[in-house]
């Protein structure tokens, strides 16, 4: 799959995103073309190669003949209902506009239909919105990511006079987004460029793994103490689609607790939540040996296994870290053996079975009751799972025919 990563070390823009992807291998000409499908008038494109401290990028240029704008969300909405642009690319477009015009209405009080856009509605932010857009599918762009975003400091000027940067509305756009400042003054993310990012991108952090196919720079306006472009990295990820989400790593250090405390503790530790629980032996200071206790946990139990901790362990603090976790697709079912009913934890991804594991506690039961070696009960699973899977043809919703088991899995 053809990704694009945004390093926004300084700032964003719609301009610089354009420019990015000009300067990655778009032609110019091609996207003229697909601009005139907005049926517009009374603007021209245009794109140079330009420095920005150490750096080289592309600027792109829109030249207008407007004086002053002020288009209401409503007229943007009829140019894009008017337009000959693909669904898709004005179903994005939309999605952009509606950003905006809802973070404005809440700052300024008025109804979004009624909104007049100032500087985000001009035919040249217009443009810049839809050939970003437009400018990404024509690379064949599937999935887009970026990086935190470097939003500067200080003032700036605008149709509502003097403002704070970041500016109130681009501010209200980077809800939820990872940001940062080094003390730059100049507004370096614009309302445009923040919409565009909290609409195309998927996550925001480093840079994923991928091959990477091009890179490009597109420059901003001003000189900075630092390079003023916007890097863009396209490149291929693995075709194989793994389940992602978020979770919380929780770690203490604990060296003056009995340790037969630490069963009790790991217990009430998964009854508050917890994805696992485990513990390693260290050496700490003085040479103390010691226990580091790992919780891994998902954001809305956070709160209840920190205090767990604290109620019942010796720890004074708790380190905490946000992790992605990449995750096979679990499908759990029964399988029919001469030592009874064994559930079996399967994963696949794209369709395709990757692993399957007995599980523990129906074997060692089974095992038991049976009198027999537990390897015993696992190798007859494993066999009677494989056999299972391939009768079904190894496709997606193996095993559906099998009785669901409902053990606890992480």
């Not at 900075?224 to 075709?239: A, Q």
């Not at 991804?349 to 990757?354: E, F, I, N, S």
Request: aromatic letters at 6%.
């Amino acid at each position: 799959m053809k990704i694009a990563y945004f390093d926004c070390f300084s700032g964003v823009s719609g301009d610089m995103i354009v420019g990015a992807l000009l300067d990655a291998g778009l032609d110019l000409q091609d996207l003229e073309a697909e601009l005139l499908k907005l049926g517009l008038e009374g603007y021209s494109v245009s794109a140079e190669r330009v420095g920005r401290g150490a750096i080289t990028g592309t600027k792109f240029l829109v030249e207008t003949d407007e004086t002053g704008h002020g288009r209401t969300v409503g007229e943007i909405m009829q140019i894009l209902g008017d337009s000959a642009l693909d669904d898709d690319v004005r179903s994005s477009v939309r999605s952009v506009i509606s950003e905006i015009a809802q973070v404005e209405s809440r700052i300024h009080g008025t109804s979004a239909d009624e909104l007049h856009l100032h500087e985000t509605s001009g035919l040249d932010s217009i443009i810049d919105i839809v050939a970003s857009i437009v400018g990404l599918k024509m690379l064949g762009v599937e999935a887009v990511f970026a990086s935190k975003i470097h939003v500067g400091t200080g003032f700036v000027e605008c149709a509502h006079g003097t403002l704070p940067v970041p500016a109130p509305a681009t501010l209200a756009l980077l809800k939820g987004i990872p940001v940062y400042s080094r003390g730059i003054e100049s507004e370096l993310a614009t309302p445009t460029g923040a919409a565009l990012l909290r609409v195309l991108a998927q996550d925001f952090g480093p840079v994923p793994e991928m091959k990477v196919e091009a890179v490009g720079y597109g420059a901003g306006t001003r000189e900075l103490e630092m390079p003023n472009v916007l890097r863009i990295v396209i490149g291929d990820i693995s075709s194989a689609t793994y389940e992602t989400d978020e979770v919380v790593l929780i770690e203490v250090n604990i060296d003056d607790m009995n340790p037969e405390f630490f069963g009790h503790v790991s217990d009430l530790l998964w009854t508050r939540g917890a994805l696992d629980v485990f513990l390693t032996p260290v050496f700490m200071k003085k040479n103390r040996p010691g226990t580091v206790l790992t919780v891994v946990a998902p954001q809305e139990h956070v709160d209840e296994i920190v205090s767990t901790i604290f109620s019942e362990t010796t720890t004074f603090g708790v380190r905490m870290t946000k992790v992605e976790r990449r995750k096979l697709t679990r499908e759990l079912f029964c399988v029919e053996t001469r030592f009874g009913k064994i559930g079996v934890k399967l994963g696949r991804t794209d369709g395709r079975v990757v692993t399957l594991a007995p599980e523990y506690e129906d074997c060692r039961e089974a095992a038991l009751r049976c009198g027999v070696p537990l390897a015993d009960v696992y190798d007859e699973v494993r066999a009677v799972a494989r056999e299972t899977v391939r009768a079904d043809g190894d496709t997606e919703g193996d095993a559906q025919n099998s009785d669901r088991w409902t053990g606890r899995s992480e």
